[in-house]
């Protein structure tokens, strides 16, 4: 050092202020922050921050080193003492960061940060019913398939009702497909939204909403099946699911159409804790119905429908429908061709209410005939139904009846002759409800009246005057039955013989 020099450096000392410090460094007091400090992904620019603002003066050194120990290239940009670092990785694998001020490593200074290859959130597959529900305090779960998604990191991050809820990652490799598990334990009922990121990107699936319940038990929940019968194709099918006590769950119903396809179902509030299910089968045949409570079976919970095609009650024909015979098989014919559903039920019941014996016969072209036999007077219900309905004017009444209990009486003392009434007295009392017909055969040429008067109720008086001599024959049918001590054959004589003549005269004398 020269003369000149030295009093020059004097001179400038002289000049200074007292008052000038140089404060001391610390570089613990530098912060190092950003998303390069975390991760980073091969050939995407990265970087972090430097903020040496509280470290007092001193100079900034970054070096980052790849697995092979070469230094990659970095850029700075100072502003007001927090430098940004920038910096673009070439291959996957660790950087080794040494970050120093005044030649001291500073706090995360040291820090190894994993390079990624290029990955694709797109790919990652989600499934379990962790992701739509839950219950509380039991553990829900769900599966990350990040097997196409390349290399990364799965975050989850799961808020409910009452703030952050811990979930818990596993990860593990089944046969080459990287799979994570994520479980978590609610503990307050109402909405949870679940994020998820992979390598610090959302996936299109995130957020999702789920509905976090009390704890349930299905096997208090009811379902009311009574609405179900004689369902039709296009019209609305209803039932009733009863909640009440099943705690705080969730309420769904599956319908599956006789076809194989799923229907649309709707579930209304009814009072308190029913609710209404409603759909609309558009298929004939079974429809397969599934109710769960929080994704459980309930009670009664898997049955099928059956559903029919809409039928026409008002086409069925029923024909030939007489009062019956006691102890004679009575039939009549039951049309169904044009009902839509030939699915016919026939029942007779007698005056006690009691059940017959009942034989249907298909006799073709939708036509069927039904056979029974009464087995005593008095009325009896023939009901007619299809689908379990009743046909118009089903439950049809006819009363059996009995003509071997109509008594039929005459005077067979008295002489029959011509011009003088012949009486038969009919009692048809125990006979049953029917009508009395009467037919008169006479000789030929001649001609008789005959009159029938009803004395009393049951009791009846048939009359007749023949006209000319000669057999007279009385046929009499009850209810269209023959009675079966009929017909009658009266022999009618003259109304003057030879019993009848008295003689007299000169030629009767002996002589």
Not at 120 to 126: A, G, S, T
Not at 358 to 384: F, N
Not at 442 to 467: H, L, N, Q, R, Y
Request: charge should be negative; include cysteine.
């Amino acid at each position: 050092i020269d003369e000149l020099s030295v009093l020059t450096y004097v001179s400038l000392l002289k000049g200074a202020s007292p008052k000038m410090e140089i404060q001391p460094s610390d570089p613990l007091k530098v912060r190092i922050y950003g998303p390069g400090k975390d991760t980073a992904y091969v050939n995407t620019p990265t970087e972090f921050s430097v903020d040496f603002k509280d470290a007092g003066f001193g100079k900034l050194d970054v070096k980052i080193l790849n697995d092979n120990g070469d230094e990659i290239p970095v850029e700075l940009w100072n502003n007001d003492k927090v430098t940004k670092v920038q910096y673009t990785p070439k291959e996957a694998g660790n950087l080794k960061f040494n970050v120093t001020y005044n030649g001291v490593v500073v706090p995360d200074g040291d820090l190894t940060v994993r390079v990624l290859s290029p990955s694709d959130v797109n790919q990652l597959k989600l499934s379990g019913d962790g992701l739509s529900s839950g219950v509380v305090g039991t553990e829900s779960s769900f599966t990350a398939d990040a097997s196409d998604c390349g290399d990364g990191d799965l975050l989850v991050s799961i808020v409910g009702a009452d703030g952050k809820v811990p979930a818990e990652l596993d990860e593990h490799d089944d046969d080459g497909k990287r799979r994570y598990t994520v479980r978590y334990t609610p503990t307050k009922a109402g909405p949870a939204i679940i994020t998820i990121k992979f390598n610090n990107e959302e996936v299109p699936q995130s957020p999702l909403n789920v509905e976090i319940m009390d704890d349930i038990d299905p096997t208090r929940i009811s379902v009311l099946k009574a609405t179900l019968g004689g369902v039709e194709t296009n019209k609305p099918c209803k039932f009733v699911v009863d909640t009440e006590g099943a705690g705080n769950g969730h309420l769904k119903v599956r319908v599956v159409d006789g076809d194989g396809s799923p229907l649309k179902v709707t579930i209304g509030d009814l009072d308190g804790t029913k609710k209404e299910i409603t759909f609309t089968p558009q298929s004939p045949g079974n429809a397969h119905v599934n109710v769960t409570w929080s994704d459980k079976l309930v009670p009664d919970g898997e049955f099928d429908v059956e559903v029919r095609k809409p039928i026409d009650l008002k086409a069925c024909i029923v024909t030939d429908i007489n009062n019956p015979v006691v102890g004679i098989p009575t039939q009549f014919t039951v049309d169904v061709s044009k009902v839509g559903s030939d699915n016919l039920d026939v029942t007779v019941l007698d005056s006690n209410g009691d059940a017959l014996p009942v034989t249907v016969e298909d006799i073709g072209e939708g036509q069927y005939r039904a056979t029974y036999t009464a087995r005593a007077i008095g009325p009896h219900k023939l009901q007619v139904k299809i689908e379990d309905q009743h046909v118009p004017g089903s439950p049809f009444v006819v009363h059996g009846v009995d003509p071997s209990k109509v008594n039929v009486s005459f005077d067979g003392e008295k002489e029959l002759t011509v011009g003088e009434p012949i009486e038969l007295s009919l009692d048809m009392t125990e006979a049953g409800p029917g009508q009395l017909d009467v037919q008169l055969s006479a000789p030929a040429g001649s001609g008789a009246d005959c009159k029938a008067d009803e004395i009393s109720p049951g009791k009846m008086v048939v009359t007749f005057t023949p006209s000319e001599p000669g057999d007279h024959q009385v046929n009499l049918t009850f209810d269209n039955h023959q009675i079966p001590s009929l017909p009658l054959t009266f022999s009618v004589r003259p109304k003057s013989y030879a019993g009848n003549v008295k003689l007299s005269g000169d030629g009767l004398e002996e002589g």
